[in-house]
């Protein structure tokens, strides 16, 4: 197993009892979603240990090569036509490694959530629907489902029973908003709990999101 990816953890309290591994964006890196931790209305939920871990650095075709962090290549716009299936799933191995982590350090998959943005999102979905247990829910913004066509197949019959969480800006230029429902209603097909949130906004958050968020987050806590 090659070393474990470089990221951020904070904790909420001492001896946290449940675990947010949050994935960032194309180009970014575990510190974009760092401020999000003071935004949240937490109460009541317990101790949490949040994980920003920082992509590897590739070349992304669509930027014209450039180097940057990312969790698999972008061969084109339409991101879906083709796809960097081997770019996936090894962020897949990665971020199970993540979750492997927090399981030993004793917080259970069942509370642990996998949470992303943009690429992120995708590997949210990519990994967790393919995770051999039922995790505390997968919260997945401004993003889209990869590998859609093999999911039916590659799917443990465990993340039937993990909630997800989707949202999506109706003016989102970068992941079209249609990708984001095609990937909803794939997932309501196959019998997925799928919570849904769009507002008026581009690729980004807005303030209505971060307060859906933290209810999503303080009820698959509970």
């Known amino acids: 197993m ?11 309290a001492p001896n946290p009892t449940a675990a947010i591994i949050w994935l960032h964006g ?13 935004e949240l209305d937490l109460r009541g939920t317990p101790e949490i240990r949040f994980v920003f871990p ?13 180097v940057m ?9 339409d991101l879906v036509k083709r796809e960097d299936e081997a770019g996936l799933r090894a962020s897949q191995r990665e971020i199970e490694a993540l979750i492997a982590r927090e399981k030993a350090r004793g917080i259970p998959a069942e509370r642990i959530i996998v949470a992303g943005f943009s690429q992120g999102c995708a590997m949210a979905l990519q990994t967790g629907l393919r995770h051999p247990e039922k995790l505390a829910g997968l919260l997945c913004l401004s993003g889209y489902l990869p590998l859609a066509d093999k999911l039916s197949q590659e799917r443990e ?12 800006g ?8 249609k990708r984001a429902e095609d990937s909803r209603e794939l997932l309501k097909a196959l019998g997925y709990q799928v919570e849904w949130h769009e507002y008026p ?7 209505q999101e971060i307060d859906a968020i933290g209810a999503w987050i303080r009820r698959v806590l509970a």
């Not at 109706?170 to 908003?177: K, Q």
């Open 2 to 12: 090659s070393q474990l990816l470089e990221n951020i953890a904070i904790e909420t």
């Open 26 to 38: 194309l180009g970014a890196d575990g510190n974009d979603f760092v401020p999000i931790v003071n």
């Open 54 to 66: 920082h992509a590897r650095e590739i070349p992304v075709t669509l930027n014209n090569g450039y």
């Open 69 to 77: 962090r990312a969790w698999y290549d972008i061969i084109g716009a």
């Open 157 to 168: 019959p465990a993340s039937l029973a993990t909630p997800i969480f989707l949202a999506h």
């Open 170 to 177: 109706r003016n989102d230029a970068v992941v079209p908003i």
């Open 201 to 207: 906004m581009e690729h980004s958050l807005c303030d």
